[in-house]
């Protein structure tokens, strides 16, 4: 396997989470004069951090959501080569019913990405430190003031986390695929004694990907090849309601005379997650977490379903981690399941944002969650196909109604989970909406050449060409 | 139980087209409470759907998809019965329907006369009629809220034996389940056989008739590969993937309950040699789909029914599927498992990604292969499911629950029975 990747063409965030730049903010921006705003992209393009090579201090990356490509002279006919959802957007009637995005948390109520405050372009901005973050950012502010054809609509800022632990209290980002010819493979295997290797391809358009083709390159006037070394990035800002989660579990295990237990709180905390706080995954240790000592992590992720795990007694068949990758556990034949797992992987990028809860059981009022991102270059076989397949399925692995109990959207019949255990399963019910979507849209990341065409961009002279808005 | 499925197709007179159209929008959007078609009522009923079809050269169809429990006198019975006058109403929009008023007789002989039979299908649940899962699904209900009372920490309470008899204690004091003591099997031992003979004398007929099947499968392959050389070139020239809007009008109509319908209508690639190609074809998928009782076709295991039928004189190849789970996983599975399958089906019908000797290649172009699909799709405007919240996985493993409750089980089977819930 020696595929060759463009790194000078590809966007650095593609093959690196930037892990030694712990503080970041994302630009959430909208053009106001397209004119200007290219010419604003014209001078960004050359500070873009690439993939070539790591970049000390701070990073620097750009994205587009398709009201953006419109703008910038993009028309109906060119956006329809990119894929329909990035086309469409995240917010159509039907997507908001695969996503989850209803009720509580329906686009309309979003504090952005929804009709009425929607965004344009990402920027995502990365530092080692407080200070470099504040330099970079009045920076570019100070150049988009100045250059103008461009709004802030928000900025989000994921600051710097005491640790490595989601708020609900977690180790997170421990399951990651390697991208092929990333040459990742090795660090990752030291980390967590586990790579999957997926193609380039399902991350990067432009390569071979899991079905062995290289499909089709979105496109752009005078630059048939504009989409590749390019990729779409999917954010959502998913809220956590720490209390809420926390509060509800000591609830449904209170002892008979009104007591909480400590023991089947984390134990039901750890069912839903299908990991211990630590990060220790529960098919290995079904009992309990094999790090006492709350600083010590484990990013182990040396396990399959099949085998080791078949009836869910360790990791529940409907837990968090279970669905969101179920390997090689769906369906008889565990090396057929492990194939078609691989088609729906995806890169996850985000950060948490918010302080720290100091009292898990009281509700602050401090907005805290995770920004999350993800990468994939098909967006309905990869984010939206776990999300409704596996995350919001009721019937996921023949379960019966019930849904991701930590991330999923329960209504009044899918509030249930399900324990599997030995002689027979526990069940735990009415659990609540833990997170809530306050704002999300899908993002294409283009390579440098694309960012290029698109600061010259020539804007069709026949204007009824030029697609004004997307029609969702 | 054995189910039938069945289509009918009318024509449907241009002038009522709109009328029609309004009537069964009427129907779809209060399937439970319409005053034409009363679904719940028909209890040998398990998926509906009313297709409008349009095109050019073949007219506006009517399709009204049935796959129901029993035979088909029985099940006009039961339709004309519940939903005599409303059928009529539908009905009276099509170019031959005889009756200016309604009249039992005339109703069912006219649609008695519109009977479409597949020349393939599958049936996910075999042998379960719709009152049987209804039933089963109620079964697992009450048992599940029996065990949501039991004490996991009483070790007296979870004891394998004694749990297991309180269960049966439970369910034989609940007199709304004494029928969950009849015993009902699945299929007949009959039933079972009939397929692998039917298989068998085939795989035996072409064994002795081999010195005059390969000299002529060798001619009928080289001019199978003339024709997809030429067939691939043309697609590599026309090609262009379907337009978003298209899709965004069937997707609004996905994704409502656990299940999702599918009705594609394609052209059989002119020329008799595609015909036979494609009758021989669905004729060895409908052999092998005859063996499948353990809810999977070619390693698919989420389809409920699905069925092919050639209309419009062999010139098109309808299909419809009442499948569990969302479209991207259905299409996910028959590129992954049963490429092959359906390759040798639709790649002799006209759009279809090119195949190499009838069964390679063709689906596994997902991305075209996908668009292919959603091209040749059209919402059901009427679609309807006796068990909306259920898969096939679900039915299965609800019968297998009422099959052995009160079966006397040793140890490992009474604790594989329990982790059925």
Known sequence: MTIQLERDDIQGFVLSSYAHLPCANYLLLQITDPELA????????????????????????????????????????????????????????????????????????????????????LLLVFAENENALDAQLSLRFGEIESCGGLRKVFALAAGRQADTKEHFGFEDGVGQPVIEGSGSELKQQTRTHHATIIKAGEFILGYENELDIRVALPEAREMPTFGRNGTYLVFRQMEQDVAKFWNYLRDITRRADGTSDDAALEYFAAKIVGRWKSGAPLTKYPNSDPHKNPTEKSNENDFEYHEQDQKGFGCPIGAHIRRTNPRDSLGPDPETALESAKRHRIIRRGRSYGSRIENRFVADGVPRGLNFICLNTDIERQFEFIQQTWVNNRTFAGLYDEVDPLIGKKDKDTGSFTVQNDPVRRRIHNIQDFVQIKGGAYFFMPGIEALRHLARFSVETDESEVAPSIEV | MPQTILTFICEVNPDNLGRLTALLEQIQNNRDANPYIPFAALKSLHFASFVIHDDEDYGSKLIFENNFDGLIDDYLEELSRHAGTGLHEIYSCCSDYPASAYEKRTLVEYLGSKVVRPKAFHIGNVGRSAERIGRENILRLKIEEFLDKINPSDKSDTALGSLRSRIQTFTRNESSLDWAEEMQIRQTLMERIIPWVEIFAVGFGIFILMPVIIPLAIIWLMILRRKENRDADEFQNDFEFVAYDHIRGLVEREDRIVQNHLASITRVKPGWFRLVTLKLVLRLANLVARTSNKGELSGIPSIHFAHWSLIDKGQRLLFLSNYGGSWGSYLDDFIDKASLGLTAIWSNTSGFPPAKFLAFKGARDGPRFKSFARRSQTAAIVWYSAYPNLTVQNINNNSAIREDLYTALDDDASKEWLQRF
């Open chain 1, 38 to 121: 290219r010419g604003w992209i014209k001078h960004f393009v050359s500070q873009i951090t690439t993939a070539a090579k790591k970049q000390e201090g701070f990073s620097l990356n750009l994205a587009f959501t398709s009201t953006g490509l419109s703008k910038l002279g993009f028309t109906a006919s060119e956006l329809s080569t990119f894929s329909r959802s990035f086309a469409e957007g995240m917010i159509s009637e039907h997507r908001s019913r695969i996503l989850g995005d209803t009720d509580e948390n329906k686009p309309e109520s979003w504090d952005w990405g929804s009709a009425d405050n929607s965004v344009d372009i």
